[in-house]
């Protein structure tokens, strides 16, 4: 019989990944979609043309609504439950303050409400974020105390404390996998990596003349999604449950992701890229660097692409899609590190 996975988050970037790497490792995957009048499946598309070998299967559902939740999880009987959807977006989350803290919040929590009222016995992963440590200083690790600088961050939290909770409350296998920024040509188009990198390809395309910014000197630890998809299974795989850190190590800011990203593309950032003030958050993280350590002591996990890799496999993907020619230096020195990985370019 082959392990039963059910993600929530399933149409983002990290479901769509993790659901690639899960039907390759012979499982049979299961998704949470928001019913929706347009299509919420790009990011799935080439795995439902073939059904993953009949192994994906979709269900429409909600984390505000508990009962459907309930319904789903004693129909599929889940193995391991990976629980990715929310409102992620943090700028988003000052505008929609109570909606995020309902879905991102309180949807974990009839998550495990579910899971517990059910009996299914699962695995379950909780996507954390670095964004729980907000203004607390860099590195951080599993020690480090949180400082929560957004309601994104703030019910992220809550989330984190109600995971550990259930664990030592009710015995529940649960996991906080807290997570830095990770990337991809798969990223949603309004977080910053991916607003850069297509807008180096308008840019070029004769699309746009500028990119509109905001704060330019925050500081974030960025890595490759797809080597974080493997980390939450790994971290599903262990003995016991525990939460660790994921992140590179490193910190660039969002001007060396300019720099980087132009560069490569052969123009000078400084004609193109204008700051509005607008888009600064009222509260802001600074500087996020992990220390993971303990991943790599407990899960043998380690990122490898490293920043200029990332910048450039994400520049060459948004040049291939407006039908540019693209250097092609990111997919070469990405080499066969991702080999589940059918197409790291879209
Ligand atoms: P993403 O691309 O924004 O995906 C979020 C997913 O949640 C989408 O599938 C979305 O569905 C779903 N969702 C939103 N509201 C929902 C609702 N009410 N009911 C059911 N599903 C809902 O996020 P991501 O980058 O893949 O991140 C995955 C998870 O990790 C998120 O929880 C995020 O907060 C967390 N995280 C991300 C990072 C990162 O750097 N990427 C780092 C740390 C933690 P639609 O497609 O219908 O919108
Ligand atoms: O912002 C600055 C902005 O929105 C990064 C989510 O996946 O990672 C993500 O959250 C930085 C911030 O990601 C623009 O002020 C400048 O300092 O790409 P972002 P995020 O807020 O770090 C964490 C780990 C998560 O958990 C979240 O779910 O970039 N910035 N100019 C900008 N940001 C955006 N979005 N747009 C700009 O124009």
């Known amino acids: 019989m082959p392990t039963i996975a059910f993600i929530t988050g399933i149409t983002g970037q990290d479901g769509s990944y993790l659901a690639e790497f899960l039907l390759g490792q012979g499982y049979e995957v299961h998704g949470l979609i928001r019913w929706c009048s347009t299509s919420p499946t790009q990011r799935l598309d080439h795995l439902l043309q073939d059904a993953g070998g009949g192994r994906l299967t979709l269900h429409c559902g909600d984390l505000a609504d508990a009962a459907r939740l309930g319904a789903l999880l004693a129909e599929v009987q889940p193995d391991e439950v ?25 949807g974990t929590v009839r998550l495990l409400e579910a899971v517990r009222r059910s009996g299914v016995r699962c695995r379950f992963y909780q996507a ?5 440590f907000g203004s607390a200083p860099a590195p951080q690790n599993e020690a480090t105390p949180f400082w929560p ?17 259930y664990r030592e409350a009710h015995g529940l296998f649960v996991c906080n996998g807290i997570m830095y920024n990770h990337e991809s040509p798969r990223r949603g188009e309004t977080f910053v990596t991916r607003k850069i990198s297509r807008g180096v390809a308008k840019i070029l395309k004769g699309e746009a003349t500028q990119l509109v910014l905001g704060n330019l000197e925050a500081r974030r630890d960025w890595g490759y999604a797809p080597e974080y998809v493997e980390g939450m299974w790994r971290l599903l795989q262990q003995g016991e449950p525990q939460d660790l850190v994921f992140g590179t190590g490193e910190t660039h800011s969002v001007r060396d992701f300019v720099e980087e990203a132009f560069g490569y593309a052969n123009l000078d950032w400084r004609q193109f890229v204008r700051v509005d ?21 407990f899960l043998g996990w380690e990122a490898t692409v490293t920043f200029p890799q990332l910048v450039r496999l994400m520049v060459d993907a948004d040049l291939r899609a407006a039908d540019l020619e693209a250097p092609g230096e990111g997919l070469r020195a990405l080499g066969n590190r991702v080999r589940w990985l059918r197409n790291p370019l879209s």
């Open 277 to 297: 003030p607008s888009y600064f958050r009222p509260t802001e993280v600074e500087h996020l660097r992990a220390d993971s350590t303990q991943a790599r002591r």
């Open 82 to 106: 990976y629980h990715l959807g929310a409102q992620s977006h943090v700028r988003v989350s000052f505008d929609l303050p109570a909606y995020t803290g309902d879905i991102t919040g309180l």
């Open 128 to 132: 954390s974020s670095s964004e729980m």
């Open 149 to 165: 600088r957004s309601p994104y961050a703030a019910a992220k939290l809550y989330s984190y404390w109600m995971v550990r909770n």
